[in-house]
């Protein structure tokens, strides 16, 4: 496996591991008020939505800019990680976020390489 696939596929994981967590832990394990679930799952997982298709896609840039994006993410963990009832939610959302963010910088890294390589070839 070379390391864009395997950064590839950090990303990816992470990226839909954020989205299940963050979903998971909102409506099943520790649900919120009925009236505050939409409003916290369309801030939590409403940015998520933006750079979906780029990933699936494997556009470099979309990796290189959503790696920023992790680091709301990174923050949320190291909020929800402070707190003793959610300590366990912070930790997995820090650690998703850091794959994530790890995945889409050294993937945007060595796409970018490989493209300008394949460029210089032809």
């Known amino acids: 496996m070379n ?3 395997l950064f590839r596929w950090l990303t990816l994981i992470s990226y839909f591991g954020l989205m299940i967590i963050i979903f998971c ?3 099943w394990i ?3 008020e009925p009236q505050f679930i939409s409003i916290t799952l ?3 997982l409403g940015p998520l939505m933006f ?3 780029g990933i699936l896609h494997g556009k470099a ?3 290189a800019w959503a790696a920023y994006m992790a680091l709301f993410y990174f923050i949320i963990g190291i909020w929800n990680a402070s707190a003793e009832a ?3 939610f912070g930790l997995l959302i820090s650690t998703l976020s850091f794959i994530f963010f790890t995945g889409c ?3 945007a890294r060595y796409s970018g390489k490989e493209a300008k390589q394949t460029v210089e070839t032809h």
Do not use: A, D, E, G
């Open 3 to 5: 390391k864009i696939t």
């Open 25 to 27: 832990w909102h409506l």
């Open 30 to 32: 520790k649900p919120l």
């Open 42 to 44: 369309l801030v939590q």
């Open 51 to 53: 750079p979906l298709r």
């Open 61 to 63: 840039y979309t990796h």
């Open 86 to 88: 959610s300590r366990i």
């Open 105 to 107: 910088v050294f993937y």
